[in-house]
């Protein structure tokens, strides 16, 4: 079943447009009006001084050499003469003009200004605000209010000193700091004295903050597409909505046409956020069909303790991601997730419901390779899960209640409905040096399956129940020493013996549907689980008990420096109950688990995993990674992950980087190699140069998206401070190298 399948795809848009509004007018609580954030106090005091005074009093003062004029603390200018008309409240000032205005200064050589009204002029400006650090050159400043001003034929850059790196020049520029909006006509971007982009209107924040607008236009090359071209237009509705428009020219598709809303806010029941975006493609120049990417994500309170949220995705075929991603993550994403569900939560209990199912996009070389196929997960239409339990009540006792009520549906597999329910207590002893948990649980379920030809073809009966009771114990020791390891005086090493035993008896469930279950991938966190397997289809019998051993090294703050970890689990019987099979497995021992992980010093990290079969005494994985990070935008990352198997085994090795080469040069690399089939997986390789007020960035990326298919996106970015953090070519610069490399540090605070 799927969601949107039923409906044509007039009716999809039709969704998409509603989520997309929905978006952009959920109920805000109302905004307040701009309001001048310049305001000159009327009965502030105006002490001038100078060399020469005269005039007739109560109407006209003039003044000569080394002019001093202060109105209270908000205004201040100096001179070589002026003129001050008591009637109007204005100055007229000439020579050497030096003007501190709100914490605005002002240089000129000739000045009209009303203090009352803000009203006025300067010739031959130069300017820098208080607010963002904007500062320029023009030929006349006309003020228009205290918060407002139009620059003649100036020009405007963050940059400090009297040669900006980069700046823009405008024919007329208005600047409005009560609006924080900063806009031009007939503008020129210029770096380094070059003209990189003109455009006929510019608008821009003055603090950095958003604001509505064009945003730079991003040129891009893919092998796969040609030359694109997006011009994303941003609309900053509200503090918490937004809302951008990004049509986008593909070469050898057409043009995509995208738009994604963002909000956040709160009502009186409590906060919401979402994200809903789309994308289409009308009559794509290779498929000749119209393609589209659908996604939506929402979260609110209803009521205290009640919440709704929805995840909703859906493509219109198979090829989609990898044609038009420009992530390794987005680009590899086979299972989309559609989702509706409300929680309901007390100090006490919890309750869920939810309705689930998939969109699965198959692999195109799916068709002459099966094991690339993959599988369909059931649609839970709907799940409700509830949860309840208390602590330390009837004298020291824990007691949880699990029950899920779920209905499996799929296209082709056996269909029904399953009742699961698992009450347990427990009776924790802790003490300063010890602990011992004994637990009871009963895990009972119950099916009713679908009558029909698939069921009847494959199980005998369509009602089955289950009941098995499990006995477990957690118990552990502590010891301490202190220790001054890895440097840390005053620190402790802790050696903490563990062992958990587990009993559940044998049920046969061979002729029990499987809906959701899989075996628990082997490690430190399954080996102290009680069941074997993951998901309520299948309960593993178990006579066995976890032996491990862990030793911790703790700084005196009591911040954990080292974690070392050795667990193996023994086992008493047959394992009997298989997800796929009759035949019990008989092991009296499992593979070793080693672990290390943590600070070995201030500069290196480390994380490791090994799994070891003492009785063929080989590995059987490994996963280690090391991180060396000896100062600020220096960071060095080496990973090695194996897993052995003939057909599903697989040795992959990374390497990554951030690395300054000069004072201001970065170097940022990632190679991920598959050793197995001697084969790049994933490739990166970029620089940065870090100016005085811009950052310069560029790279290509090389990534796999099918079985034989790659892409091979290469960006450029220009990111000037104060203005822009996306002028450039391709893909986003500093969101790819920030998911590539660990511990990646930016070389300047982005924008927006």
Known sequence: MSWFSASPPSQRWAFAISALVAATTVPVHAQKAPRPVHVEDPDAPTVMTANSMNGRPEREINLDQNVVIERGKTTKMTADTACYKQVEDQFDAEGHIKMWRFGDYYTGDVLKLNMETGKGFLLNPTYRFAVGGGQGKAERVDFINPDEANVIDGTYSTCEG?????????????LDTGRDVGTGSKTIIYFKDVPILGTPGISFSLSGAR????????PGFASKNGFELLMPYYVNI???????????????????????????GETDAGLYQGETSFEFLPNDKQTKTNRYMIKSKHEQALAKGWSYSWDLRE??????????????????????????????RTEDWSLTARVQNYQVLQDPDAVNNPGLTVTRPYDRLPAVNFHAGKYDVWGGFDWTFDAEATRFAHPTLVQGSRLVAVPQVSFPI?????????????????????????TKALFPSTSFTRAVPTFSVDSGLVFERDTNLFGAKGG???????????YTPYRDQSQFPNFDTAAGTFNLTQIFTENRFVGSDRIGDANQVTAALVSRFLQADGTERMRLTFGQRFYFADQRVQLNSSTPVNQSRSDILLAA???????????????????????????????????????????????????????????SSQWPLTDRLYGVGRISYSVKDRSMLESLVGLEYKGDCWVFRMGAQRFVTTNKTVSTPIFFQLELTGLSSGLGLGANGLETFTKTIPGYQTLSQPLR
């Open 211 to 218: 604001r509505s607008g064009w945003l730079a236009p991003t």
């Open 162 to 174: 009297p040669n900006p790196d980069w700046y823009l020049k405008s024919s007329t520029l208005n």
């Open 315 to 344: 493509a219109s075929d198979n090829n989609y991601p990898n044609d038009f991603s420009k992530t390794v993550a987005t680009a590899t994403e086979r299972q989309l997730l559609r989702e509706l569900r409300t929680d309901y």
């Open 492 to 502: 402790t090493q802790t050696l903490e013996p563990r062992l958990f035993y587990v």
């Open 597 to 655: 992980t943590g600070r070995v010093s201030e500069t290196w990290t480390a994380d490791s995993l090994v799994q070891y079969n003492p009785s063929d005494r080989q590995l059987v994985s490994y996963n280690y990674t090391l991180q060396y990070q000896p100062g600020a935008k220096k960071v060095l990352n080496f990973g090695n992950r194996f897993q052995r198997g003939d057909a599903t085994g697989w040795r992959n090795v990374e390497v």
């Open 238 to 264: 509200a503090p918490n909505r937004d809302l951008t428009l990004y049509p986008r020219y593909i070469q050898r598709r057409g043009i995509q046409l995208g738009a994604t809303g963002r909000y956040m």
């Open 430 to 454: 802790l003490r300063p040096g010890y602990f011992i948990t004994p637990k009871l649980m009963l895990n009972a379920s119950a099916y009713q399956l679908d009558n029909d030809a698939r």
